[in-house]
Every structure is written in C-alpha cells, then in structure tokens.
C-alpha cells in the first residue's frame, strides 16, 4: 500500500452556494449531503506505507442513505440544525451561517 499526504487549504460549498449543482452533480447523489468541501492542493506526498496494517474491502454501507430516505429531505435537515451546526471541538461550523 501506499499513503497519500495533501497539503493545501480547504473551504467548504454548501447548497445555497451558486456553484453547489455543478459540483454536486459530479458526486453520487446520496440523501442528506450537507456540504462539499473543495481543497486547493499545494502539495502531494506518498510514502511506501509498509506499516499500515492490510484491510480487505467488503463494499459500500448502505445504512445512511436508508436513514436518509426515511427521515425525509425536512427530518434529514432537521437533524442537521439538532446536531451539525457546532464541532466536536466547539466550533460554529459552515452550516450554522445559514441554518443557525
């Protein structure tokens, strides 16, 4: 295996955002997508990875887009304003601008 290291700076678009469709249709169409974050790449390592353990891939979880399906588009942004708004670490998030 190897590893990918990107260095560079990062903004997120969101779907009031006039560029969110043309952005947003180039990605599978999964319910309750909030943001697209679009990097600005300055700089690209790799490594060999000889200590990264071997994983085998199983597939794709289908768990959240059927969470997203059941709640429906106004439960999904409900969810979002209960619990997206602010980070882990206490932050206002992008989406706290619009939905906040």
């Not at 249709?25 to 679009?38: C, D």
């Not at 969470?67 to 969810?79: C, F, L, N, P």
Request: aromatic share 8%.
């Amino acid at each position: 295996p190897s590893i990918l290291r990107l260095y560079g700076h990062g903004y997120t678009i969101l779907p009031e955002h006039p560029d969110w469709d043309d952005l947003y249709s180039q990605f599978p169409q999964i319910p309750g997508t909030r943001q697209i974050i679009v990097a600005d790449i300055d700089i690209a390592q790799t490594s060999c990875g000889n200590g990264v353990p071997l994983y085998e891939y199983q597939g794709q979880r289908e768990v959240m887009v059927q969470w997203a399906h059941k709640k429906g588009e106004q439960g999904v942004r409900e969810y979002h304003k209960m619990k997206n708004l602010v980070s882990i670490d206490g932050l206002a998030t992008p989406l706290s601008q619009v939905m906040g």
